[in-house]
């Protein structure tokens, strides 16, 4: 198994899934960065906003201070256990009683939510041999088949072949939204008819991959509540099956998620992870929510990296997840 991404034919190739891959100089990169800006507004217009309120016009670091960034990491949706982590880190640069330097403690702070976001920040890998499978797995309402469209667009405009699974056989509505997509795309998918069973799509569509030498195979799959243990137990079952085709596959499981529904995101995370073991996370929706801050929660407590994060409707809006951009952009979005 390889570093995910590299085309088999040269070593010059750009990775398909980059660690920083929209970090582009000149105006590429400043757009993306003013877009990421802007779609983060809602979140940083309560958590930045309120932290330099909170720091300014204090003398030290007291209990009051502690007791109130608290509260803004918290409504901010970063989950009680790591706040309580971030602010014992804090405190371990500014103890108790020192003086309030607020630009100071505001850059500290930036450095301890980059470094939480970094500590699951592993590359994803690719096949050594055949197509690199990435099954794509959710709850209902996240943007799976979505985030599976705009991945089709991002991989084929770095030169790969794509191949895309119809495997949310329980709607009509959900395979002819990824047939629309392929045409869009101009790519293949394999489909069967509704109630087929979604294993037996999957496997016919690794199948298919191979023979037409595709580089990448998205495969979608039905949205499944993960409190729900049939349907937890029916995504096994596909993985099983994906493995008698391809012993590796699937190289990546991605989760979709949704970053408006805060730390619900976080559960899913564990129960998906539990079940069928997650090797990336695409959080989508965050320009539509106040909640951004569980992106924080979900480095912390979930430990699995994001992959990607959507702030748009746009095809490009989806984009590789940068930890240091991230929060930039969020310091940035009330300047």
Known sequence: MRFFGRKKTTDADEPLIEESADKASGDAGSSWFSRLSKGLGRTGAGFVSGLGSILSGRPVIDDELIEALETQLLMADVGVA??????????????????????????????????????????????EDGPTVILVVG??????????????????????????????????AAVEQLQTWGERNGVPVIAQHTGADSASVLFDAISAAKARNVD?????????????????????????????????????????????????????????????????????????????GVVFAIGQEVKRPIRFIGIGEAVDDLRPFDAEDFVNALFTSVD
């Open 82 to 127: 790591t706040t309580q982590s971030i602010i014992d880190q804090l405190l371990e640069t500014y103890p108790r009683q020192s003086s309030v330097d607020a630009e100071a403690v505001t850059e500290t702070l930036k450095q301890l939510l980059i470094t939480t976001l970094s500590i699951a920040d592993t590359p994803a890998v690719e096949a």
């Open 139 to 172: 709850v209902n309402g996240a943007g799976k088949t979505t985030t599976i469209g705009k991945l089709a667009h991002r991989y084929l405009s770095q030169g790969k072949s794509v191949m895309l699974a119809a495997g949310d056989t329980f709607r009509a």
């Open 216 to 292: 990448v195979l998205l495969a979608d799959t039905a949205g499944r509540l993960n409190n729900k243990a049939h349907l937890m137990d029916e995504l096994e079952k596909i993985v099983r099956v994906l493995k008698k085709a391809d012993p590796e596959a699937p190289h990546e499981t991605l989760l979709v998620l949704d970053a408006g529904t805060g730390q619900n995101a976080v559960a899913q995370a564990r129960e998906f992870d539990a079940s069928v073991g997650i090797t990336g996370i695409a959080l989508t929706k965050l320009d539509g929510t106040a909640k951004g």
